[in-house]
């Protein structure tokens, strides 16, 4: 993935992803390498706080000779008298010592983490968390911001508050679709959501909540993926990985690969289900179907057609080629409103995604990210006009009953001890997009810490228990690489809470092969930036993302978009289709 070694920036194809790694110097390393050659270090990656990333960026780093910083804390010390107050009320506290730390890029997933990081980075280091996004990505803040930007392809939505009733005009969304979904502001894995399907089933869901909710309309006419055996279809959603790379000025790339999740049964409308719902038949998060009997692992990241997971552009090559087998659009847009209005209340597997196309879903997407983090950075760097019942201090440390997060975090919103956090600070969203039926792209979710695992779990009691199959010819090294930094070393039987029954955890080909070129372009990205910064220069955003998986979407979003070639046009905010949780 055409990341720095000790000599500039390198640039040959890696045979496992069609990425690059190492080898021949580029013709924009030139330029950086006079900042090197007098005494060249290793570029360092700080993953002392990495967690469940650690094993994916100790794979990168070894990979691109990357020298790996991992910072132990030792007994409390009275801090420097020239270290920020904050590490002198932290000391006084009785805390850890937060040492400042090395490296010139500080991965985070925590607050307090994160906390650490700001007030100790020095120079050009950068870190991999945006103060206030892990805020900004709840359900009822977001919601607010969709709202106040017109992002049309968000569902429409409703908050609620802790024993409060709904707004009228979700109770009527309710009796008119016949199912809203319910989310938890703060909720992720699925946790805490729920169809509703009634005024009365409503109303007993409401009594049991301690935080705000948001009620959205639910999408009952999704694009669905056929069967093998040409049975029902599955319901999917697409995860998108885009990187931020700075808030101010805003600066955005785009992933060509993700992940499809798709859900491990057959859909079925929910107008048609019993008094129960069968949540993997609707949310296709992995942590729940990977206990479900149907759950199929696809070791073969170029396979569309197979798989619980898979890769998403052999996906929508795939869709583009079957065009017929399953749901979609025609492209006119008329004749499918007249044919949902026939319809209502059915699924969709019979008809064809006549005229899908692969690029026009993607320039939809395309169009629908970038106008997201133009919205998402406008709030966050304050540029623009703030919105109403979001702010700083509430999208940095909100109170959280119950919650162990922010206990230590001792600095307020925008803290001077944070120096440049808006050009320093960098992040990768996992932003989560379902298809209807007519192909039209809709917006569920902004992920802060899309999981970036690499392993599978494999049964080895019950009736569905298996070993882990070998994986392809072209990921056989990669895999190779993972396994030892598996829970187990991907031999031990496991009891952990990754599933009920005894399991192994093993390397993921699906997941390594996307994470690897999402994490290790958007590392190779900043470490570029970081390079040319260093001699001085500023570089074009074209060369930043060359030879990675990463295209620039700066021109996208900073204005209202027109509608995408080949779809219906847009329709007014509040009009679309509503979404559900879909993080991993």
Request: proline share 8%; glycine share 10%.
């Amino acid at each position: 993935n055409d990341l720095p070694s000790q000599s500039g920036f390198q640039s040959v194809s890696c045979r496992a992803l069609g990425c690059f790694c190492m080898e021949t110097e580029s013709e924009e390393a030139t330029g950086f390498a006079a900042a090197i050659t007098k005494k060249p270090k290793p570029f360092s990656l700080n993953i002392t706080n990495a967690k469940s990333s650690e094993a994916l960026l100790r794979i990168l780093a070894a990979q691109n000779d990357w020298s790996i910083i991992i910072q132990a804390y030792t007994q409390p010390k009275p801090p420097p008298a020239h270290a920020p107050s904050v590490y002198m009320e932290r000391y006084r506290a009785g805390l850890k010592p937060l040492p400042p730390p090395k490296g010139n890029i500080v991965w985070t997933v925590a607050p307090e983490a994160l906390e650490h990081a700001l007030i100790g980075r020095r120079g050009d280091q950068r870190i991999s968390h945006v103060p206030g996004m892990h805020g900004l990505c709840c359900k009822v803040p977001f919601s607010l911001l969709s709202q106040a930007h017109g992002l049309d392809f968000f569902p429409e939505s409703w908050i609620v508050e802790p024993g409060a009733k709904p707004e009228p005009a979700a109770l009527s969304a309710l009796r008119g679709s016949g199912t809203l979904i319910l989310k938890p502001n703060d909720g992720t894995q699925g946790d805490g959501i729920f169809l509703v399907r009634s005024a009365a089933e409503l109303d007993r869901l409401l009594t049991r909540q301690t935080q705000s909710v948001v009620l959205q309309r639910y999408i009952a006419k999704p694009m669905l993926l056929p069967a093998a055996d040409g049975g029902g279809g599955f319901k999917f959603d697409l995860r998108i990985y885009a990187l931020v790379l700075r808030c101010d000025p805003p600066q955005f790339f785009l992933c060509r690969d993700g992940l499809v999740r798709v859900c491990s049964e057959s859909y079925t409308h929910p107008s048609k289900e019993g008094g129960g719902t069968r949540t993997s038949r609707h949310l296709t998060n992995y942590s729940i179907n990977k206990m479900e009997a149907g759950f199929e692992h696809n070791t073969d990241p170029s396979e569309g057609a197979y798989g619980t997971k898979r890769s998403l552009q052999p996906v929508l090559e795939f869709m583009q080629a079957h065009a017929g087998a399953g749901s979609g659009s025609s492209g006119d847009a008329e004749a499918d409103e007249n044919e949902d209005a026939a319809e209502e209340g059915g699924t969709t597997t019979s008809r064809g995604r006549r005229g899908f196309s692969a690029e026009g879903t993607w320039e939809q997407i395309r169009s629908l990210v970038g106008r997201t983090l133009n919205a998402m950075a406008s709030q966050l760097s304050g540029s623009g006009e703030e919105v109403d019942g979001i702010n700083g201090n509430d999208l940095w440390a909100p109170p959280r009953e119950g919650s162990a997060l922010w206990v230590n975090v001792t600095t307020g919103w925008d803290d001077p001890s944070w120096g440049d956090w808006r050009s320093k600070c960098f992040h990768l969203l996992g932003i989560d997009v379902m298809l209807d039926e007519r192909g039209r792209a809709h917006l569920l979710e902004v992920n802060c810490n899309p999981s970036l695992g690499v392993d599978a779990v494999y049964t080895t009691e019950g009736p569905y228990a298996q070993e882990p199959p070998p994986p392809p010819p072209s990921m056989a090294d990669l895999v190779a690489q993972a396994v030892p930094l598996m829970k187990g070393k991907g031999v031990k039987v496991c009891k952990c809470r990754s599933h009920h029954r005894p399991h192994m955890h093993h390397p993921c080909p699906i997941d390594l092969a996307v994470k690897h070129s999402c994490v290790g372009g958007a590392l190779s990205i900043v470490a570029r930036d970081i390079a040319a910064h260093k001699v001085g220069e500023e570089p074009s955003m074209l060369s930043l993302c060359e030879g990675t998986s990463y295209e620039w979407i700066g021109d996208v979003g900073a204005a209202s978009q027109p509608a995408v070639r080949g779809s219906p046009e847009p329709k007014p905010v509040g009009s679309a289709s509503a979404g559900e949780e879909s993080g991993e």
